[in-house]
């Protein structure tokens, strides 16, 4: 068959996705990206409650499925393969996909392929710039993911370099908003008081850099002593009663996290002679990372692939294009007994 329908469904934190992709040897075309978001709900926890995140894809579920379907004007006997992610996530989350998942490769007696979701988020990328480039880097940020992976084969050729060994980039943004006393989630507000803020005001620590860190951590991030240190300027300010230059702060932050996300990734490019950088996850949002980084590929020569924000976050597609990508290449399905893994490696 040179075409199949691939069902893609992602449940591991709080976005129910559900979308389908028409795949062929030479592309990947999406049809639709339905989500439901239960992020408001969380809100006032200040971080996602996994108890409330599995009950909101419990009932999320089919009513997305169903405006999936609709907007594509497509029938669910016309799927051709379901694709789901195993993991990492949430358990409670990741079950009830899963569960989905295997209920409907059953009642429609297509295949079932479980995929992992850190990899579906450089994936995403070929529904809009296209198949991937035989071999390239890509740099997942999100609020659960810092990773960096060698991507020799979208599919069966993903090693990671490294990733964060404490909070990931979109946690410590999060972490550091609540500080400053921004709304939960703090990331896109200290990228707004950033951009009125000069980066060069307090010169915050860059995180596994030191040239001690290179033979072990070239490739893995570490936030959690910038965290700390800005929590430390911010409390000896208020003790001293002087009044907080907010956006000097998130500037002088926003420009750590971005210059070793930048500075790590462009090494690790030119260490393995890749000419070509792929981004994606919902942090890839941050306009300081996205300026350094257009700037410094730019200087090295490197092509920078970033697919449009929707596709950023998390939600259907990127499982869809992973699913795609497997039944392009023939793999065998999973086992109606798929197992999800919270913590599933690469
Ligand atoms: O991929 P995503 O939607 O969810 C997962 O974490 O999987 O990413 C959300 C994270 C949150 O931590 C949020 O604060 C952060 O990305 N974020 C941003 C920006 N937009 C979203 N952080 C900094 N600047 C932004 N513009
Ligand atoms: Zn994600």
């Known amino acids: 068959r040179d075409s199949a329908l691939v069902l893609g469904i992602e449940t591991s934190c709080d976005e129910t996705g559900v979308a389908l992709v028409r795949a062929t040897p030479e592309a990947s075309e999406l049809l639709v990206d339905a989500v439901a978001s239960s992020v408001d709900e969380h809100a006032r926890f200040g971080g996602i409650i996994p108890e409330i995140a599995s009950r909101a894809h419990l009932e999320s579920f089919v009513p997305t499925l169903e405006r ?8 669910l006997a016309d799927v051709d393969a379901i694709a789901v992610t195993a ?62 992976l060698l991507v020799e084969d979208a599919v069966t050729g993903v090693t990671e370099l490294g990733h964060t060994l404490d909070d990931a980039a979109g946690e410590a943004f999060d972490k550091v908003g609540r500080l400053l006393g921004l709304p939960y989630p703090g990331g896109p507000h200290i990228d707004r008081l ?16 030191a040239a001690k860190d290179q033979a072990r951590h070239a490739a893995d991030f570490s936030f959690s002593g910038l965290k700390t240190a800005v929590a430390r300027w911010v409390e000896a300010r208020q003790d001293a009663g002087e009044e907080l230059p907010l956006a000097d702060v998130a500037a002088s932050f926003a420009a750590s996290v971005a210059d070793v996300l930048t500075a790590k990734t462009i090494a690790a490019c030119r260490r393995h002679d890749v000419g070509t950088l792929v981004v994606g996850g919902g942090f890839s949002a941050n306009s300081q990372l996205r300026d350094l980084l257009a700037q410094r590929c730019a200087e090295a020569g ?15 597609a990127m499982i869809a294009a992973l699913g795609a990508a497997v039944v392009r290449r023939g793999l065998p399905a999973s086992p109606l007994d798929l197992a999800v893994d919270s913590s599933m490696p690469l």
Do not use: Q
């Open 68 to 75: 999936a379907l609709a907007e594509a004007d497509v029938a």
């Open 87 to 148: 993991g990492p996530g949430l358990v409670g989350p990741l079950t009830v996909g899963a569960a989905a998942a295997k209920a409907l490769a059953v009642a429609l007696d297509r295949p079932l392929y479980g995929v992992n979701h850190v990899i579906g988020h450089a994936v995403v990328d070929e529904l809009v710039h296209g198949l991937f480039p035989d071999r390239c880097m890509a740099l997942v940020v999100s609020g659960g993911h810092t990773s960096l």
């Open 194 to 209: 950033a951009r009125e803020g000069d980066p060069t005001a307090i010169r915050f620590p860059r995180g596994l850099t």
């Open 302 to 316: 490197i092509e920078l692939r970033i697919p449009p924000i929707r596709y950023c976050t998390d939600n259907g």
